[in-house]
């Protein structure tokens, strides 16, 4: 049953709050908003802009919901797993429960150059729930290119980071981070692990962040790159440095290399063997022996001098070969691969 359309009887502890009010709850309800992965971070960031009333809702996510997501990830319920639900699908259904007034716009998608446009054109406030590398900067690319403000999140083990970029207000996510980290430097969540209670605290301030851009109250934004863990309370803020813009090749040259990246690989179908066959455009930059030491954290290994052998789960291996070739064993799914071959190798 719809509740009354009113603002002031759906929102009315929110409208009290004195940065916030009528005027600004209207805004509110007039913003258009997207999160790009509806994973630990997005599906929390979702709710409590759903709940707070925020007016179109778009959320992107390429994945479906497994029972290793639920400890973290709290749209989702055991009946999604049992599914294998799209998460933006399994998401959308929540989330219309929780407030039938939002207009809510579900794509299973992976977010990538040639679709970055169409997917985010419509929208005024991009938010990354991605926890990946590569989407970032792409998102920071297209924030640049069309002047649109995102807001960044990441959460690892007990701690977390967020910071929010303004193109012509701020410096950009690629002054803070020219180069994006080798594969293994920093942890993941799936070899350090995650506890649900960062991913709140995480996704709060990002909420946060979007509702003062939604209420167009971009000046109160946080400047500065938030780092926070939840076990020790321990919270930094640091300066991102304003000096470096001048020599960043995005915002300082608009040079916007992620959204010219070419296809990142072709696929192939190994006829008869369940096996797909994914040859990457660029070459990774791990040796068998890296990748090895970085899968073994978290997977059985198996290696020798031609291939490196990743046991994902009972039913799939991933398998690694030196010239730039990867084959996923267990399926004929080219979109389930590509998937879970981003997902391991963040390309
Ligand atoms: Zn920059």
Redesign the pocket.
Known sequence: MKEPQQLETRYGKQIKVHTLGVRAQEKLSLASCAIIGMGALGSAIADQLVRAGIGYLRIIDRDFVELSNLHRQTLYDEQDAEQFMPKAIAAAHKLRRINSTVNIDPVIADVHAANIEQLLDEVDIIIDGSDNFTVRYLINDYSVAHRKPWIYGAVVGTSGSSATFIPSLT??F??LFPEPPELGAVDTCDTAGVIGPIVQMIASIQATEALKLASGQQEHCNKQLIQLDSWTMQLMKLEIAQAQ?AT?A???QGNYQWLKQPEEFSSTSLCGRETIQLTLAKPLSMTLEQLQEHFSRAYEVKVNRYLLKVKFSDQINVIFFPDNRIMIQGTEDVDYAATLTKKLVEI
């Open positions: 410096p950009c690629c002054c813009q960043c995005c915002c300082g």
